[in-house]
């Protein structure tokens, strides 16, 4: 058990509905890591934030929106969902922010976009 | 785009035998890191490697980084089946004062008793 929490474990919903998942970070964590895990491009980076800002910016599509609350933990939107979005979508905390943190990871949310 | 290209993509051996995973990237790393994913859960950290030709190991896994600090390698000695799993390598690096974590797709490796 990583200390990372992430709901729902698994959401099936239909192409242009709207989606929240939320990830709770290990306790004393102020970063927060988003992730896309899918078959044909592995795991993609999205989004970081710490302390409540965005941090750092990866492959994260304008349909998909975060943000971290002041109790530190974060919510990814996902919008307009299209099949393609049917991926694994990680949370990871980190007590900071730098290369060298040691990134705790969630079980996942598995969605699944019919 | 940074990218970290990892070989072999899959890997399939008995108990006992030895393998090496690579890791390799045309760009420069502020440091690389090695994760084990199983089946349904998160990856975990096992390694972070920063300096070039660092050696580091943990039991029997060794890890290493090279000297330019553009690959690694972890070699597995005598593997056991609870070895088996997705060994993915990530880098960050530098980019407008945050640093942008980097994936490879992983090496799935299967050992068998």
């Known amino acids: 058990d990583s200390g990372v929490t992430q709901t729902p474990k698994h959401l099936i919903t239909a192409t242009g509905q709207r989606v929240t998942l939320r990830c709770s970070p290990r306790?004393?964590?102020?970063?927060v890591y988003w992730y896309q895990q899918s078959l044909d491009q592995g795991l993609q980076f999205l989004i970081q934030?710490?302390?409540?800002?965005?941090?750092a910016k990866g492959n994260i599509l304008e349909r998909f929106s975060a943000q971290q609350f002041p109790d530190l933990h974060s919510e990814l939107n996902l919008s307009s969902l299209e099949l393609g979005d049917s991926a694994l979508y990680f949370c990871?905390?980190?007590?900071?922010?730098?290369?060298?943190?040691?990134?705790?990871f969630g079980p996942g949310t598995r969605l699944l976009v019919l | 785009t940074q990218l970290l290209e990892q070989s072999p993509q899959f890997l399939s051996i008995q108990e006992g035998e030895n393998l090496t995973v690579y890791c390799n990237s045309s760009?420069?790393?502020?440091?690389l890191q090695w994760y084990r994913q199983e089946p349904g859960e998160g990856p975990v950290l096992l390694v972070t490697?920063?300096?070039?030709?660092e050696v580091k190991k943990l039991k029997r896994l060794t890890f290493q980084f090279g000297d330019a600090r553009k690959d690694s390698s972890l070699h597995i000695t005598a593997a056991q089946p609870g070895d088996t799993g997705l060994y993915l390598c990530?880098?960050?690096?530098?980019?407008?004062?945050?640093?942008?974590?980097?994936f490879g797709r992983g090496t799935s490796l299967i050992v068998h008793p």
């Open positions: 934030y710490y302390n409540g800002e965005e941090r």
């Open positions: 490697v920063v300096t070039g030709g």
């Open positions: 306790s004393g964590d102020l970063s």
């Open positions: 760009s420069v790393f502020s440091s």
């Open positions: 990871a905390s980190s007590a900071s922010s730098g290369p060298r943190e040691t990134q705790y």
């Open positions: 990530a880098g960050s690096h530098a980019s407008g004062g945050s640093y942008i974590p980097t």
